[in-house]
Structures are given as C-alpha cells and as structure tokens.
C-alpha cells in the first residue's frame, strides 16, 4: 500500500514538472504611465491578444510596469529574469529604456523583443546584441523612403529636429548619411528633450536657415510640438516625420497643423488602401479588429510592434522545445537561435527574414509613403 501510494505520488510529481515544463514564461515590461504612455498603453493592452498556445507549451505572460523610468525598466526587467525564470522578454517601449537593459539580458542569455524605434539596439550587431531583437522597422529602411522622395520633388536644403536620446541621435547619423547621398544639405541640426514644454528657440533656428522641407525625428506625442511650433511660427513648407509619429494622437494633438505631413510607416495607418495580396493585410485587420473589440478604440501602430514579438516566438518556441526544456538556459538559446533563423514570417507591420547580421529583418514590405490629408491618414502614390 505504502508503495504503490509513493508510485502515485512519484508519478504526480513527474506529471507536474512535465507541466511546468511545457509552460513557457514571457515578461513584458511597457510604459503604461508617464511620458511614454501614448506608446506604453497600446503595447500593454496588446498583451491579452497575445499567442496562449503553441503546440505542447502553454504561453505565460507577466507583465510590468515601469512608468517610462529607465531605472524602473532596468529594476522590472532583473525582477523577471532572477524572480519568474522568464524564457524571453517582450519590451520595454522607449529607447534609452531598451538600450540600458541589453547588458542584462545578454548576461542572462534571455531573448529580448523590442517594440522601440531606434535602430541602435541591434546596430551595429555585437556580441550583447546578439540577444536582442526588434520588431519594428529599422531608421534606414523608413528613412531610405524619406529621402526618395524628397529628391524626387527637388528639396535641396533640409531642415532636422530630433530628441536628444538614441532614437533621435540614430535619425540624425542615418539622415546626415543619406542627405549626402541624394545632393540635400541639412542647413539647421536641432535637439529637444521629450519632455520640453518649448522648442521655440530650436524652431526658430530652423526657420532662419530656411529649408526647403524639415524633418522632425521624435517618437509618440513629442513628435507634435516641433511642427506646431514651426506652423505657428509661420512655417509652411514640406514636413516630414519618422515612422515615430504613426499613432492616432499625432493627428488629434496636431490638428490642421499637421496637414500635409508625410512619413513613411506600417500598412496599417492605411489598411483599407492596401490591396488583399499584402500578406500582411489580414493579419493587421485581424489584430485591429480584436483589439477594438475589446478596448473600443483602434490600436497605434506601437501596439502592434509587441503583437508581433508574440508571433515571432509562437513561430520560434517549438523549434526551442524541440532541443530543451522551458525554463532552462538552454532552451532560452535555442529559442535566440530560432529566432535568428526567422523566415518570411508575416506580422502586422511587415515580413520578417532575420539573420545572424539584421535582427528586424524587414524590407520595402514593412513600409508606405503615407501623407495626412483632411486629418487623416492617406497613401501616398507619388
């Protein structure tokens, strides 16, 4: 009796570490307050239409708050990886938070999805971020449409106001590199914090250089202010913005301000111009559906960025599983690997084909020349 009872209970103990390890555990740190929120919110909602199941492995998500303070991602991220034994880390929404927090996971060898704009946190590629992946566009990539089509309608001289954090810092070397390339002289180079209340010295610096066209590289609601300040100033010449801007409130804050802005950014802004052979149509109408279903509003493009880290690891973790257990180094490898051999994956924003040198690895698919028009978004075909 004594022991068949040990054998049941052997055998129940092995049926729960078989259970655990078929869970597979993802952190995910947004900010949901603070001045990022206007990014934050939609990548925290994002979270309940995230993948719960792939194959064998049950999906588990825990997510965390750092209220845009670098030194809270850093804090919640250590607290996942130490505390929860995370398999991969979706996160966090701001540059400089992501780009302090690659020493950890590199360190602990835990696969980082990140929904941030600048491309610094994979480029250049070495060792550390080896362990970092990206799911948004690459600057080059959006800006190579920019300049296009600037050179395409004769601007000469080109204007740039971008934040002084890495997103806006990569903006200006990528801009600087391409300006040249196209015969355009950048005539005025101004920095703002995120958090500035005023720009109008920097914008009127701009304005007395007076360029053909400016560029404005800020990410979420501080991409606004240096327009509006330019339009209140008396600015009406060509305004371009980075794929930074594309969220709805970049249209309620700016208002007639903003007419006429041209940026270059996911299909998404522009889903009902797409034609269904898009292989990611369905997929971005899918994922704007449910989440207006469930939050009653449409998601900005920085919600999506996280959806799709959820489909690069539902496509990546049976190919982990395959070589190792969730919940162990090893699999945690496996899983960077997989992910790294990512293959015409199609997400909201784009198609992804990763290598061991480009950890976004999108193309002209993951892009649309886009334009405001009549307070809205509208395909640019020119």
């Not at 913005?241 to 998404?268: R, W, Y």
């Amino acid at each position: 009796m004594l022991l068949k009872k040990a054998v049941s209970t052997l055998l129940l103990s092995a049926a729960c570490v078989s259970l655990a390890q078929a869970q597979v555990t993802v952190g995910v740190i947004t900010s949901a307050a603070g001045p990022l929120a206007m990014i934050g919110v939609p990548q925290k909602n994002t979270v309940a239409l995230l993948p719960t199941q792939v194959g064998d492995q049950a999906i588990r998500y825990i997510a965390l708050d750092d209220g845009s303070d670098p030194t809270a991602t850093v804090k919640a991220l250590k607290k996942l990886i130490s505390e929860d034994n995370v398999d991969a880390i979706i996160g966090p929404s701001g540059s400089p938070n992501a780009i302090g927090v690659i020493s950890f996971v590199a360190q602990a060898q835990v696969p980082l999805l990140s929904p941030v704009g600048t491309a610094a946190v994979i480029l250049p590629m070495t060792a550390e971020k080896k362990w970092v992946f990206k799911t948004t566009q690459n600057d080059e990539l959006i800006a190579k449409a920019l300049f296009e089509h600037m050179a395409r309608h004769q601007v000469k001289t080109l204007g740039l106001i971008g934040t002084a954090d890495p997103y806006g810092e990569n903006w200006a070397k990528v801009a600087t590199a391409l300006a040249t390339e196209h015969g355009i002289k950048i005539v005025a180079n101004e920095r703002f914090q995120r958090q500035d209340t005023s720009i109008t010295g920097q914008s009127l610096k701009v304005l007395a250089a007076r360029p053909d066209a400016v560029l404005v590289a800020a990410p979420g609601s501080p991409a606004v202010m240096p327009q509006a300040t330019l339009f209140d100033q008396g600015y009406r010449g060509q305004v371009y913005q980075t794929h930074g801007a594309a969220l709805p409130d970049f249209l309620k804050l700016g208002g007639k301000k903003v007419e006429g802005t041209i940026l270059a950014a996911s299909l998404m802004l522009v889903l009902d111009e797409i034609p269904d052979s898009n292989p990611s149509k369905k997929i971005a109408a899918d994922y704007t559906a449910n989440y207006e279903k469930l939050y009653g509003s449409k998601p900005a493009t920085f919600g999506a960025n996280t959806f799709d880290a959820g489909l690069l690891l539902q496509a990546a973790i049976p190919l982990a599983a395959a070589k190792a257990a969730p919940g162990t180094v090893e699999f945690r490898r496996a899983l960077r690997d997989a992910l790294e051999s990512t293959h015409e994956l199609a997400g909201t924003q784009g198609v992804y084909s990763m290598t061991p040198d480009d950890h976004s690895g999108f193309d002209e698919r993951g892009r649309e020349l886009i334009q405001v028009k009549n307070g809205t978004w509208t395909l640019l075909r020119d």
